[in-house]
């Protein structure tokens, strides 16, 4: 996770596997934007759902913390 400067709505991440990249809203854990394999979605939502609190603290705070892998 990073952050821009005023980084827009909604709360979201930014995922890379390989050559794909996909943005993912944190509340609903889907894909907004991207082009990341389906069995990549399913990982990173997996991911999303297990450290939600935790990823909306970093968004709000903008004090990123290091998260497990699955």
Excluded: R
């Excluded at 809203?25 to 399913?42: F, L, N, R, V």
């Amino acid at each position: 996770m990073f952050f821009k400067p005023k980084e827009h709505e909604p709360a979201h991440i930014h995922a890379v596997y390989n050559e794909y990249v996909g943005i993912f809203d944190i509340s609903t854990c889907e894909m907004i934007e991207g082009d990341m394999p389906a069995k990549a979605q399913e990982l990173i939502k997996e991911w999303l759902q297990t450290y939600p609190k935790e990823l909306k603290k970093m968004w709000d705070t903008q004090i990123i913390t290091k998260l497990p892998p699955l």
